[in-house]
């Protein structure tokens, strides 16, 4: 039976985060090798959940390698990157030979000491695999294509939409990609156009402009026989790199100039669109000056500055300091922050019990300085939890998700 090494290592890296991301933050997302890959992501809504479901309607049999996925955070240490690398590629080599290689990886991933993880990681594959061994990868739309990403691979297929609500769907398209490679000796052609755009993580909305509009003409363009897919990148700005920004991927049925031109025209969509990228979000007292006027709720105040899902600690309190400040008796509110030490206290003092501490802004001032909170410990648990149905989080990393220890501690209302 036809063989097809599959895997990836997924990580989307906030630069300018305080704090470096080692191997047991992968190990305590996910971190899977061999048969457990397969046993952990089959039938889930990920794209490699997809992959493995295309391949196998194709009738080949997986050959899994690594499957590594940490939430996002600050920079990749460097000693986590080589393990994670060279475990994938010691399984490669041991897998093959392989008729293929199908890899899951996300494009805006970070480590010390190399600023374009994902073009090392396909290069190296190649390397091993050699030129006429078809390579495909997914990607996330907030990926930071590089040229040695569109190199390496044979076709990038990134998540069309925002949320990533389509990541099996594109798993499905990237084994398809291959099987036309391998059953039909499809021969892509890949190239890809950067406008000198940059936008924030509020910008990239795929049904909003900029990216609305680029989505509006690849879908288009996907209807041409000669167009193998088109891959839509809204970047991430906060992988301080210098591929970040938007970018348009074209992979065509062997003609590059075809591709070129296309990626081109996308670019220039997104440059006549620039001016939707000029956001700036509220400040924190007027928002929640809205919230508190707001005729219904539950009402959700974002603060963007410290999100983390794009990254950042987790620890801000302007919103809690400022919730706080109005005096109001009669709000109700439920305020997420993340801070260990705060957990700690919570645990050593049990369910149930009062409590006194500090709370927050303890892995830098940027947002906000701790707040001493007075309160009662409601609840502990262990983080973890199953997703069920269509999550956000699951399309990224499967349904099993491990938040570390938590605590839910009641200060008044």
């Keep these: 039976m036809t063989r097809i090494a599959i895997g990836g290592i997924i990580h989307e890296t ?62 990749v240490t460097r000693e986590a990157y080589e393990t994670l690398l060279n475990n994938l590629l010691a399984r490669l080599r041991a897998a093959m030979p392989v008729a293929g290689v199908l890899l899951s990886l996300h494009g805006a991933m970070v480590a010390e000491g190399q600023d374009d993880p994902e073009g090392d990681i396909l290069a190296r594959v190649r390397a091993l695999v050699g030129a006429g061994c078809p390579l ?68 990239t909305w795929t049904e909003q ?42 992979t065509t049925t062997g003609d590059r100039p075809l591709a070129q031109a ?57 919103l809690l300091q400022a919730l706080l400040n109005t005096g109001d008796r009669d709000l109700s509110a439920a305020v997420i922050i993340t801070d260990p030490e705060a957990v700690a206290r919570a645990v050593q003092a049990g369910s149930g019990a ?9 892995c830098d001032d940027l947002h906000g300085r701790p707040v001493w909170l007075r309160g009662v410990v409601e609840r502990l648990t262990d983080g973890r939890y199953h997703i069920e149905g269509k999550d956000h989080f699951a399309q990224l990393y499967g349904r099993d998700v491990n938040m570390g220890r938590c605590a839910v501690v009641r200060c008044g209302s």
Excluded: C
């Design 209 to 250: 402009p900029p990216l609305q509009p680029m989505h509006r003409r690849a879908q288009e363009m996907e209807r041409d026989p000669r167009v193998v897919n088109v891959s839509v990148m809204g970047g991430f700005a906060y992988a301080d790199t210098p591929y970040s920004g938007v970018s348009a991927i074209v």
């Design 354 to 362: 009062p409590v006194e501490m500090a709370v927050g802004a303890k």
């Design 14 to 75: 906030h630069t300018f985060a305080p704090e470096r991301t080692g191997i047991e933050a992968f190990a305590q997302q996910t971190l899977v090798e061999g048969d457990a890959l397969l046993q952990r992501l089959r039938d889930t809504p990920t794209s490699l959940g997809g992959a493995l479901e295309g391949l196998a309607q194709a009738g080949y049999q997986s050959a899994p390698l690594l499957y590594a996925a940490a939430t996002p955070s600050g920079t």
């Design 262 to 318: 296309l990626a081109r025209e996308l670019a220039g969509i997104a440059w006549e669109h620039r001016a939707a990228a000029d956001y700036k979000g509220l400040p924190v007292d007027e928002a929640v000056r809205r919230a508190l006027a707001a005729p219904r709720g539950p009402v959700v105040l974002a603060d963007v500055g410290d999100n983390i899902g794009g990254g950042t600690p987790g620890d801000g309190t302007v």
């Design 136 to 203: 495909v990868s997914t990607l996330d739309m907030h990926g930071n294509v590089s040229p040695a990403m569109v190199a390496g691979a044979d076709a990038l297929v990134a998540f069309d939409q925002n949320p990533h609500l389509d990541t099996y769907e594109r798993g499905l398209e990237a084994a398809d990609i291959l099987r036309r490679m391998l059953a039909e000796h499809l021969r892509p052609a890949a190239a890809m156009a950067r406008p000198p755009l940059l936008l924030s993580a509020l910008t």
